[in-house]
């Protein structure tokens, strides 16, 4: 089949590892400010519990591959409950890395019951929000707080 010259270019384009897993993505080619790029996703696994993954563009003229902040990281345990999700802007130069981070709590049943989100800063995991969810045992969620927290990572009353 001939494609229409007048048509659109459609194609996705997916590489995978060894295991199947695909590690990177692109999408159809755009026209953006006379450049001709794809939407990229890129996804790397570095070992059976850590997928870190993340998003930019391919240049098609030249190749060179933009990275947009920001990344996540993802772990899990041998169960593959996860366990961190980090969310890292990754700087360059003379840039300051911006890093924050999920660190929930979970029941016997893999269940989050309290999830606390964090941002490094200074060396210091500042708290910025935190929340907790509540099960009857039937297993239903009965109940879910979210809790503020002033500037200082002081927890403050549940909304």
Avoid: C
Wanted: hydrophobic fraction near 30%; proline fraction near 3%; aromatic fraction near 8%.
């Amino acid at each position: 089949m001939t494609q229409d010259v007048g048509g659109l270019n459609i194609v996705t384009d997916f590489v995978v590892d060894d295991r199947g897993r695909t590690i990177e993505s692109l999408g159809p080619v755009h026209n953006v400010d006379g450049n001709d790029i794809r939407t990229a996703a890129w996804t790397v696994y570095t070992d059976e519990h850590e997928t870190r993954t993340a998003r930019g563009y391919v240049n098609v003229s030249n190749g060179v591959r933009t990275l947009v902040n920001p990344i996540q990281i993802s772990r899990r345990s041998l169960d593959e409950t996860t366990t961190d999700q980090v969310t890292a802007v990754i700087g360059s130069g003379t840039d300051v890395e911006n890093v924050f981070y999920q660190k929930p709590t979970l029941d016997n049943l893999g269940r989050t019951t309290k999830s606390q989100s964090f941002r490094v800063e200074s060396g210091q995991d500042v708290l910025i929000a935190q929340s907790e969810s509540f099960y009857d045992p039937r297993g239903q969620m009965y109940l879910s707080k979210t809790y503020g927290v002033n500037d200082n990572g002081v927890l403050g009353n549940a909304f």
